[in-house]
């Protein structure tokens, strides 16, 4: 897979965007997938908002983005089509075909308001038919409301509209006539109740100018007010096991959501929910509050399982045999490969020109360099202490039409004994720095005369860039660091750099990648006859 993340957050809107700003200012990779269909797109401007009030939503989204993608942040225009896997190995499918990896997933998905069937209802969403009297109350004050009878919220909100305005009309429309108490409750506010069914909304210009009934009367009303059913947009998540629950607002049923705990965490393990999705009742700030709550809370829970793995990389690297386990048991408990597959693109550009010969292979893994070689003329020897890892580098092997010789040692404490190699390679094969000295030295004494010593890790000065990589910062050296290891009597150092390259894997849009590259030639010895 050539994009996983630290987390995937499915949703651009300001829950989405607001946890996924937290993320990248926590040196997070994350990624946020959008399809572009707000639900506030409709309105004309936003309010509420602390220091942005009045802003139209798609300003505010525009704003977002930028300072998610300043911070690294990766932005996806495209539909989620499915979503699987697990904490640690989640899976979001796009109707594009592309799939991106996820640690942890942030689900921002929104709602859809499913609006009364009445013509005109509709069209005039989000300008003159509206739903709630904080988001557009003051910029009808005064003015003729029409509150429609359509939910169980509609005497409540003509309660509330009343604070906006004197002049507001209940349509009853289909809802039963009111008791004694509530229309008495109705006329001590000036609350005019108007009986039969509505019948469409009249307009002139694009704007409403008045509510038809059934029997032909209109009563002018230059604002309607209705009561959608909020419904969470989470069929996407059926994959995981993810199901809605109605959501109340007193007594009443308004919708369905995602329920979430405390902060912002579903029941499925690994997944969060934020804004409307989880909370319909939600205004813009509180979206984007919650969204800032939960990458906060996705951050600590990535900081504690990356804790628990330095503690295992660390047991790993000095107790061999603790370290054979945890390498044999990583590689079983993924069926689908823990690697690409794919060459080392430091091995495919430094072997291009060699002419074939023995090669080995150190840390060979599930066998994507090893594989290579041998595809390309040479007689390889790969190396892994893990039983599984070789199983499949053979695997793969015979399914490209070339053999491996593959054996389960240790790296850490291999010796070569007499035996010699054109090519000796290691990708990505990191050890503490006392051990990674004499695992150089090891095999830079496998090496034929004439022959290569080509090494690739991960270079130090990633980690100061914001590169999340297990174990100790030390661990990961210098291209130069490499290089003193050798003998300058012995060798000829052709390469020891800091190579940039595409970031892949977890690191996908970090703002700095870098390999460290040693490419090395191992003399041929001085002879009588050489000198002649």
């Not at 108490?181 to 019948?199: I, K, S």
């Not at 070569?416 to 990674?436: K, Q, Y």
Request: aromatic share 6%.
């Amino acid at each position: 897979m050539d994009e996983t993340y630290d987390v995937v957050v499915i949703g651009g809107g300001a829950a989405g965007l607001s946890g996924a700003l937290a993320l990248g200012r926590a040196r997070r990779s994350v990624a946020v997938v959008d399809e572009g269909t707000p639900r506030n797109a409709p309105a004309h401007e936003m309010h509420n908002y602390l220091g942005r009030d009045g802003t139209p939503p798609a300003d505010l989204l525009a704003a977002g983005r930028a300072e998610v993608a300043g911070y690294g942040g990766v932005l996806v225009d495209g539909t989620v089509t499915a979503v699987g896997g697990a904490a640690g190995a989640f899976t979001v499918e796009l109707a594009s075909g592309r799939v991106l990896g996820a640690r942890r997933l942030l689900v921002t998905t929104g709602l859809t308001d499913e609006l009364p069937d009445i013509p005109g209802v509709r069209e005039l969403w989000g300008t003159d038919v509206l739903h709630c009297p904080y988001c557009h109350g003051w910029e009808v004050r005064d003015r003729a409301v029409g509150v429609v009878a359509t939910g169980p919220m509609s005497l409540h909100q003509a309660q509330m509209w009343r604070q906006w305005s004197a002049d507001v009309v209940f349509f009853l429309h289909t809802a039963p006539e009111p008791d004694d108490a509530t229309a008495e409750a109705l006329a001590a506010r000036g609350v005019r109740v108007v009986r039969g069914e509505v019948a469409a909304l009249e307009t002139e210009g694009g704007r409403l100018t008045g509510v038809r009934l059934a029997g032909g009367e209109v009563v002018p009303r230059a604002a309607v007010i209705v009561a959608p059913r909020f419904t969470a947009r989470s069929a996407v998540l059926a994959g995981l096991g993810l199901e809605t629950q109605p959501f109340r607002m007193g007594e009443a049923v308004v919708g369905s959501h995602v329920p979430v705990d405390a902060r912002g965490a579903t029941a499925v393990p690994g997944v969060w929910a934020a804004g409307n999705v989880a909370d319909p009742s939600a205004q813009v700030i509180g979206a984007a509050a919650a969204g800032l709550g939960a990458g906060a809370q996705i951050n600590a829970d990535l900081v504690a399982e990356d804790t628990r793995a330095a503690v295992d990389v660390i047991r790993a690297m000095s107790d061999p045999e603790y370290g054979a386990q945890w390498w044999e048991e990583r590689y079983r408990t993924h069926d689908s490969g823990v690697w690409s597959g794919r060459v080392n693109d430091v091995l495919a550009t430094e072997a291009a020109d060699l002419p074939p010969g023995r090669a080995l292979d150190a840390g060979a893994g599930e066998g994507g360099d090893a594989v290579w070689l041998a595809r390309r003329g040479w007689t390889v020897t790969a190396l892994d202490l893990s039983r599984t890892a070789l199983d499949r580098a053979a695997a793969a092997a015979e399914a490209a039409g070339v053999s491996l010789e593959t054996r389960e040692v240790d790296v850490s404490s291999w010796q070569p004994g007499e035996e010699r190699w054109d090519l000796v390679t290691a990708s990505f094969l990191h050890f503490p720095p006392g051990t990674r000295d004499a695992v150089l030295r090891t095999l830079a004494s496998a090496v034929a005369p004439g022959g290569t010593l080509l090494v690739t890790m991960h270079d130090g000065s990633d980690v100061a860039h914001g590169i999340q990589r297990p174990g100790l910062p030390d661990w990961y050296a210098t291209g130069g660091q490499m290089a003193a290891v050798l003998d300058p009597g012995d060798w000829e150092v052709q390469v020891a750099e800091a190579r940039p390259r595409a970031a892949r894997g977890h690191e996908h849009g970090s703002a700095h990648a870098a390999d460290a590259v040693l490419r090395a030639r191992r003399r041929q010895p001085v002879t009588s006859s050489s000198l002649v």
